[in-house]
Every structure is written in C-alpha cells, then in structure tokens.
C-alpha cells in the first residue's frame, strides 16, 4: 500500500491529453447526431462543446459511460492506478480533468447505480446544470449541513454498493470447508439466524467439525455502523455458539468496549438468549477515527467497510492457516495475529500506523475501488463486442 503518485505536473499533462481526446470524442458525437444537441441553441460549436455536449450526449445515450470507454484513450485515464494521480497534500482531493469531474458527476445524476463510480463524484444537489461541482458559496442560504458535511471530499464520501460488491466478492471467495465468509447486505441479526440454520443443517447431515462464520454487516437497523464478527459453532448443539468474537473500529483502548457494544449484545440476544451475553468478546481494532463536530470535512473517517473488510479478511485467513488459536487462544494472542496480517494498518512489529499512513492506505484503496468499477465495465464491453462479432 505504498503512495507512488505522479507528480502535480505530470497529473496536469495528462489532464490536458484526456480533455483532447473527449473534445474529439463529443465533436465526433455531435456530428453524427446533430438531431439530438438539444442545449446547443444558438451558442458557437466550441462554447456548445465546452459547456453542454457532454449532458447532451447523457441526454441521449442509453449506458454514456459504456460508450465512453470503448475509446482507449479515455478509458485509459478513468482507469489508471492511484500512481498516475495527484492528490492533494492536504485535502486528500484528487487532481481530476475538469471534463473527468463532469462525467462522474452525471453519470451519478443520470445513470444507474452499475456506471456510479465510488467516491468520484458528489450529490447531484451539490452540482450545476452542466454536471459540475458546485462552488460552496452557492449553496443556499441556511445549509450548513450541506455546506459542511462529508460528501464534498473524496477521503470522506460514503461508500456505495459497488464498493460493498468488491469487498464481498474478495471476502466470500475465502470461503471452503468449515469457513463460512457471511457478506451480505442486512444486519447482523439477520446473519446469526442465517449461522445458526447453516449449522443445524450440517447437524442433520451429520457434520461434527467446529464450523466458523465470519460475518460482516451493519450492526442494526438502529446502529448502521460497520463490525465483523467470528461465530463458532459446533454441529451438535446450534443453538448456541462455542465462542463469539466481534470486532469494532473506532479508536478506544482494550478492554474498553466500543461505545456500539450494547448493539453487539442486542443483536446476540435477539437470536441465541440473554446468556449469550457471557461469551461475547471483545476482539476490536482501534482503527477509526472518531468524527469531531466542526472539523473540516475531510479530515471525517467514513472507513469503516475498509477496517471490517480487512478485519474479516483477518479472520478468514486465521481460520484457515491457525483454526486451533481461534478455538482455544487468548483475544489477546488472535488480535496479534489479525495484526500481522492487516499489513496495511500494522507495522510488523504490530504497532498501529500513524493516522496519515491509514488515511494513505485508504485513500488508494478508494481509488481502487473506482477503478475496479471501470474495469469491470472495460471487461463487459470487450464481452459484448466478442459476442456481437
């Protein structure tokens, strides 16, 4: 997870080549579809092309951004590695093509949710007409929370459900044997009741071997947060679990519980009784950063699918390469271990990174995530063209 990003010179070179090559590109739709530049008016080509080509051509496109990326060049730059990108020293922002801005901003406002490339683009109430990122000083009077709040920032924006289809893909294909990655959409409570009937199904097939749910969700309807969990279970009594282990995020020092730490508890309850209550440890990596009212908004950590990615990940791996040291060894020994394997928060020596090396591993894995969008879209054009052919 080592930052190799270019330079502000060479970012702004590319930046320029990329706004080229979508000039022609529009210049080349218009003249082929000159029934459809419907916000073209009486205002000169070049002005047309610079201020409304582009929302005309999302206009009229069925899938713009797929038609957008069967050009090499362009796909090229809405798909390069966090290497080829300058970020801004202290916002975290990076250096985008002001026509590359545009096209994530519309393809977020008028495409669905598939062509939404993460943490790219801000609220459609937060753009202009033409798909730009509107000034702050324009925002109307009276909204501050849409002022201030998180989403004008790419380090601080939300994660969307293309982000969560990359973790679970990533996390269940760890899944085999009596590893059991549950990384669904829901909540936790839901993902009990699905451990404990997978478990008295193994029981009626006469399973005996200790089964291990790795689950990752939204803590409640009440709580949305992020955790993971491991669950235990043994075939012959699944009602109850051999041993529950659950791991927050936020920033705290063992053995103080996370302050979400009744939502676990209710959770548990709801499904396996009160008595659950007994066994529930406290496994939590203090990872994030807790949001401070009246700090600029991209210093807010919205992270946590990334901590409980990464913790379940952990898990998983721990389950297949040391299940003995989750049946019967110390919290303290399996944080360790999680540790040594979450090599993007830890140092070897299991000390915790500084604040600015997560913000850095996170930031690039939120590029990344943007860019396995595009990719996945690159892949299914070539399908479509193999199969036209």
């Known amino acids: 997870m080592q930052q190799y990003t270019c330079t502000k010179e060479i970012a702004e070179a590319a930046n320029r080549c990329f706004e080229w090559e979508v000039y022609h590109f529009l210049h080349t739709w218009v003249q082929n579809h000159e029934d459809k530049t419907l916000l073209q008016f009486d205002q000169p080509l070049d002005e047309y092309l610079a201020n409304d080509a582009l929302r005309d051509f999302f206009l009229n496109t069925r899938h713009p951004i797929q038609q957008l990326l069967k050009n090499r ?83 601080s924006r939300p994660a969307n459900g293309n982000v969560f289809d990359e973790h679970s893909k990533h996390c269940t294909a760890k899944s085999a044997g009596n590893l059991h990655v549950l990384f669904k959409r829901g909540f936790l409570e839901e993902r009990l009741h699905d451990a404990k009937a997978l478990t008295a199904e193994m029981h009626e097939a006469g399973e005996t071997q200790p089964q291990f749910f790795v689950i990752f969700s939204r803590h409640s309807l009440i709580e949305g947060h992020f955790g993971t969990s491991l669950v235990i279970m043994d075939p012959a009594n699944p009602d109850f679990p051999r041993r529950v282990m659950v791991c927050d995020t936020l920033l705290k020092e063992l053995p103080h519980h996370p302050r979400w730490w009744h939502h676990f508890i209710a959770e548990y309850s709801n499904v396996f009784g009160d008595a659950i209550a007994e066994i529930v440890e406290d496994l939590s990596h203090p990872l994030q950063k807790v949001n401070i009212k009246g700090d600029n908004p991209y210093r807010h950590d919205w992270d946590c699918p990334y901590y409980a990615t990464s913790m379940a990940a952990a898990l998983a791996d721990l389950v297949k390469n040391n299940p003995d040291l989750l049946l019967n060894g110390s919290v303290h020994d399996i944080h360790n271990a999680m540790k040594a394997i979450m090599q993007d928060y830890y140092h070897p020596d299991h000390e915790i990174k500084t604040r600015s090396e997560i913000q850095q591993a996170n930031r690039l894995k939120r590029w990344k995530s943007g860019r396995e969008v595009i990719k996945d879209l690159v892949v299914e054009i070539s399908r479509k063209s193999s199969y036209e052919l």
């Open 73 to 155: 060049s362009i796909a090229c730059h809405l798909g390069r590695r966090a290497r080829g990108v300058y970020f801004d020293p202290i916002s975290g922002d990076p250096l985008l093509a002001f026509t590359e801005q545009r096209i994530y901003n519309l393809a977020r406002r008028m495409d669905s949710e598939r062509m939404h490339v993460p943490f790219r683009s801000v609220h459609p109430n937060k753009q202009t007409e033409a798909g730009d990122t509107a000034e702050i000083s324009t925002y109307p009077t009276g909204s501050e929370e849409i002022r201030y709040n998180s989403g004008n920032h790419f380090t």
